[in-house]
């Protein structure tokens, strides 16, 4: 499917992020979250004759959004494969690592991917398409505790047990196989004021889980640690408190735990150092363009 990519997403912190990237003309770039190709396109823009530039999206539409362009290679893989592409390519080292963990806005516009319940489609919400598990699969299929934990930890539900049997006896009646029936069946259990936002939660921990996005941004991010040559950059716009922490854990202490090593003589063994003490967040004139940017944080650290 041919998606112009205006349309298909709107690049967040275009700017900002392709600075924290510190292009070389010459050198050699990691785009892991390609979507629309709003990064891509400007990374290449900045780039020279005999720069290279990989592409990865896992989602088979991203590719028509692919540039004409001979200094980019687009990878169909999710970017937890990273390391395992690069040896493929017979690449050991690279200058920067770009990664936008937000969900596109082509995914959020398209019912059929059933995203979110702001229109009416199937329960999947699978990037890859090709995956077996959607989440009608997780809804209809985990039991109580397995529901509880993941819309605890994944949608931070303060009532994610109330929410789990809400779900479980709903099941027992009919399946819930679309946006809409999850929506309505979860939504009077919140505030009405909160609603919508609690409702989001809901469907975030879902999308989170059915994507394993956890367990793949930690893989991503100890590939591109280790394959970043010195001086190369991370750049990582993120969205939610999750993923962030993830993000700063490395950046700040080199693993997703946060926990800092320190050798013999007290140093410590961090192999990225923060260009900034604090996260960059969108201007107010690309927040009133593009609301959807409100909760970005941008972080970029730097390879010792």
């Known amino acids: 499917m041919d998606i112009p990519q205006a349309t298909y997403h709107t690049p967040v912190m275009l700017k900002e992020s392709i600075d924290g990237l510190h292009i070389k003309p010459e050198g050699i770039y990691v785009d892991a979250t390609f979507g629309g190709g709003g990064h891509s396109r400007e990374i290449l823009a900045r780039m020279g004759d005999g720069g290279r530039l990989f592409a990865f999206d896992q989602d088979s539409d ?46 959020f516009d398209d019912g059929s991917r059933g995203f979110s319940f702001r229109q009416d489609g199937p329960l999947d919400m699978r990037m890859n398409k090709r995956a077996r598990t959607s989440a009608a699969d997780v809804v209809n299929g985990y039991d109580e505790q397995q529901l509880t934990n993941l819309l605890h930890l994944y949608g931070e539900l303060r009532n994610a047990r109330r929410v789990a049997q809400t779900i479980v006896k709903a099941r027992t009646e009919s399946p819930i196989t679309t946006t809409m029936q999850l929506a309505e069946c979860v939504k009077g259990l919140f505030p009405r004021e909160r609603e919508k936002k609690e409702v989001t939660k809901v469907f975030q921990a879902l999308r989170i889980e059915v994507n394993h996005e956890m367990d793949a941004l930690a893989e991503l991010l100890d590939s591109a640690t280790t394959l970043l040559a010195t001086g190369g950059r991370l750049v990582v716009i993120t969205y939610h408190s999750l993923e962030d922490r993830i993000v700063k854990n490395i950046m700040r202490a080199g693993n997703a735990t946060g926990v800092v090593e320190k050798d013999f003589f007290g140093r410590t063994n961090a192999p990225l150092k923060p260009m900034a003490n604090k996260p960059a967040t969108p201007s107010q004139e690309e927040l009133e363009a593009n609301p959807r940017s409100r909760s970005a944080k941008l972080r970029v650290a730097e390879k010792q």
């Open 62 to 107: 991203a590719q028509g959004n692919i540039p004409n362009d001979p200094r980019l290679t687009f990878v169909q893989s999710n970017f937890r494969y990273l390391g395992n592409w690069m040896r493929y390519y017979g690449v050991e080292h690279i200058d920067g690592v770009l990664a936008d963990l937000g969900v596109s806005s082509h995914h």
